[in-house]
């Protein structure tokens, strides 16, 4: 095995015979890391060389230093201390502000129902427990009216947001019709699904020379056409900004702005890190920025979680807020649902970067990222009103927010590029009334010409065969999208890409077969073609198309060229832990032994997580 370095804590004990108490206070760490390395040099640890000096270096350095190096003798504050008496502070301030206006909010906030805006769940991967169903279902628990997603850096749950809150309001309108058929009365309201992004800006996105992962921001949109910007900013944030986790910068914000509102991010935002850790002057140019960038749509986002950065940070950042006249808002950016469900979200953690639970919590060697309490939940509207009872207008401002929110289907018609057919087979009636006439035509032509090319003859069967799927894929109204798929398979083969036979479903379609799609004869193999396309099942054609790793690409570029950049994506896939798995990791970082782990995964069935824990 190799041997392991010691910590500061461990070096300065074996040097001084001393215990160093003082670990992690900044001065404190500064003044031992410069004793034990002055100690070393006194010891000879170094060879002249590694310290680029003279050979007679030790000689002079020992004659001058004889005894142990000593402290300097700093004065080390306890930053804890300190702080906990600026909160102390801080809460005397809050009580002895508060005036008939706030008690007039007070009353107002009664009849609040309190918006949760900065919200995490399982597709901010191996960040958050909560299911995005659950987060709607607290919502409805709750008696809540609206409730915002804010994934970091995706918008992947967005679709299954939105099926989660109808859902919810579906049940929402049917119990109220019950109640009103019982005359009894029933006030809760139907959940406004708010599609937002928590996104990483940074100086540059096309800066790849340094690690910048920059500061946190919350996107949220206002209607459909900003639902669109934040597609287009998270997709950027990928495409171009991916440099260890996606970002964006200002100047793309800038770009994409419209029909968005900002939240500054709360303690990992850029403003709260600047006034942490730069400077006041600097966040405030920073605040600046995005109050002309946003104007009205631009809020200071305020969390109380009991962070003892947070007590520091909060009085700079209303300051600030009330010079440059932009509101308050107050959040509790939750990563779960449930209080209880803080022991596993921090397992969830230690899977994620390789850690053991037993790990304490903090930076710098010998610590694990962990949060620092287990209020990261998604709490009532009155447990909101007690953490912000002094700044009541940093709660009605959430509902400020809602009222600017319009409601908006994700669901469309499936957008296909247009194929360009030859002039013979346009038809003058599809630009009139958006049909498919010609796409339909013209892939008639492709399949009768192919069928004499793999058929010796064209029988009655044949040909009913083929004027059947025609007429489904009529139907459907995706004969452009075959005219697509046939092309590039065409042009694969042209470019000697080796493309597959065919798999799944489509193997079974005739029209697939005779343009060149697959190379498996359905009518020889008697293979039913209602499994691809049912004409009583109306539903978007799949085709599954196997190309060669090295071609692989040459046809995707084949395909942006013709079509654009922005007809073309690629399409990922969400792995999920299995039962059996997750027992292993969580065993794992709980420090449980190989043994203990196997015996207990094996007691599993094999059957997902889900229908597991639904049985009794």
């Keep these: 095995g190799r041997f392991k370095l010691p910590t500061l804590s461990e070096l300065h004990e074996h040097l001084f015979d001393a215990q160093f108490t003082e670990a992690h206070n900044a001065t404190a760490d500064v003044e031992a890391t410069t004793r034990c390395f002055l100690e070393l040099i006194r010891l000879k640890t170094f060879t002249a060389d590694e310290l680029g000096k003279a050979d007679d270096y030790f000689i002079t350095y020992s004659a001058a230093n004889p005894e142990i190096t000593q402290p300097v003798g700093l004065k080390h504050l306890n930053l804890k201390a300190e702080s906990e008496k600026l909160r102390k502070d801080d809460q005397h301030l809050r009580s002895s502000n508060v005036d008939q206006e706030v008690i007039v909010d007070l009353q107002k906030l009664e ?12 597709y901010s991967i191996l960040q958050s427990t909560a299911k995005v169903s659950g987060i709607i279902e607290k919502a409805y628990e709750h008696g809540m009216h609206a409730i915002a997603l804010t994934d970091t850096g995706n918008m992947m749950a967005a679709f299954h947001f939105e099926a989660a809150a109808n859902k919810i309001n579906k049940r929402i309108r049917n119990e109220k019709a019950q109640a009103e058929e019982e005359g009894r009365a029933y006030n809760k309201k139907e959940i406004l699904p708010i599609i937002g992004c928590e996104f990483n800006v940074c100086r540059d996105r096309n800066d790849k020379t340094q690690k910048d992962n920059g500061s946190k921001v ?5 209607n459909k056409e900003g639902y669109q910007n934040l597609i287009k900013l998270a997709s950027i944030a990928y495409t171009e900004g991916m440099y260890y986790v996606p970002r964006i910068d200002k100047g793309i914000v800038e770009a994409y702005k419209d029909n968005l509102m900002v939240l500054s991010g709360g303690i990992q935002g850029e403003i709260s890190n600047l006034l942490l850790n730069v400077g006041e002057k600097q966040a405030e140019e920073s605040l600046t920025w995005w109050k002309n960038a946003f104007k009205e749509d631009f809020y200071i986002e ?4 009991g962070v003892e950065a947070e007590s520091r940070l909060n009085p700079s950042l209303v300051r600030l807020a009330n010079k440059h006249g932009v509101k308050l808002i107050a959040t509790n950016n939750s990563f779960y649902v449930e209080k209880e469900d803080s022991i596993a979200h921090d397992v969830l953690l230690c899977v994620k970067d390789n850690q053991l639970v037993e790990t304490p919590k903090g930076r710098g060697r010998g610590f694990r990222y962990g949060l620092e309490n287990d209020e990261y939940y998604i709490k009532s509207s009155d447990q909101m009103k007690n953490l912000f009872q002094d700044l009541p207008q940093a709660l009605l401002n959430t509902e400020e927010i809602v009222k600017k929110c319009d409601p908006y289907p994700l669901a469309r018609d499936v957008l296909l590029p247009e194929y360009d057919i030859p002039s013979q087979f346009i038809s003058a009636e599809d630009k009139k009334d958006g049909g498919k006439r010609g796409e339909n035509a013209f892939l008639r032509h492709l399949v009768y010409e192919g069928a004499k090319k793999r058929y010796t003859e064209i029988d009655d069967a ?19 999208y075959f005219l697509i798929v046939q092309d590039f398979c065409n042009a694969a083969r042209d470019m000697g890409v080796s493309v597959g036979p065919g798999r799944g479903s489509a193997a079974g379609s005739v029209v697939a077969y005779t343009i060149g799609i697959t190379n498996i004869d359905p009518m020889k193999y008697d293979l039913l073609f209602e499994r691809f396309l049912n004409p009583d099942r109306i539903s978007m054609p799949d085709i599954d198309i196997d190309f060669d790793d090295e071609g692989r690409g040459k046809v995707i570029d084949y395909v942006i060229e013709k079509y654009g950049a ?9 792995g999920t832990m299995a039962a059996k798995s997750a027992v292993r990791d969580t065993a794992r970082v709980m420090n449980l032994p190989l043994s203990e782990a196997d015996r207990l995964a ?12 639904e049985m009794e």
């Design 218 to 222: 919350v996107l949220l949109a206002k």
């Design 602 to 613: 094996k007691m599993l069935p094999d059957i997902s997580l889900n229908k597991l824990f």
């Design 302 to 305: 305020l969390t109380r979680h």
């Design 566 to 574: 922005n007809q073309v994506a690629q399409i990922i896939t969400y």
């Design 462 to 480: 044949l040909t009913q065969r083929i004027d059947f799927e025609l007429e489904t894929i009529e139907n459907t109204g995706y004969p452009g």
């Design 111 to 122: 009849d609040l129902s309190f918006t949760h805006l900065h919200n995490h769940s399982q």
